[in-house]
């Protein structure tokens, strides 16, 4: 299955949802990231200056690990193409308006959008009233 790449599709079936849960950004030093695979991370990415971890909070307060603020995690339940042109786009814009940072995770099927935690129910009624606004 390829997903979705129509825009208007993708943002009237979004459904977006606010899963359980606290998360952090953490990095640590690409000589070192063997040593954390076993804390399974969310999602890790390996950049010049080391890998980022996308851990649980209370996963990287258990282990020591220096953490980004809180954030919540918003998944896109539409099942997103990698190819799709717009989707990142009109979320960020919609959350910026609403004074929201996002930091946005493509994967395979959908999109997820970390959001500061005491923000979510915010970022969700947002994401929620673009997906409704292009369904009626």
Known sequence: ???????????????????????????????EADRWWRLQPLATFREAEGVTLILPAEVAAAHGLAASAPLRMITLSVHSSLEAVGLTAAVA??????????NVVAAFHHDHVF???????????????????RRS
């Open 1 to 31: 299955m390829s997903g979705i790449t129509d825009l208007d599709r993708l943002l009237s079936e979004m459904e977006p949802v606010l899963l359980a849960g606290i998360f952090v950004y953490c990095t640590v030093p690409s000589s």
């Open 93 to 102: 814009a919609v959350l910026t308006e609403a004074g929201i940072s996002a």
């Open 115 to 133: 959001v500061p935690a005491e923000r979510a129910q915010d970022a969700l009624s947002a994401l929620q009233k673009l997906s409704k606004g």
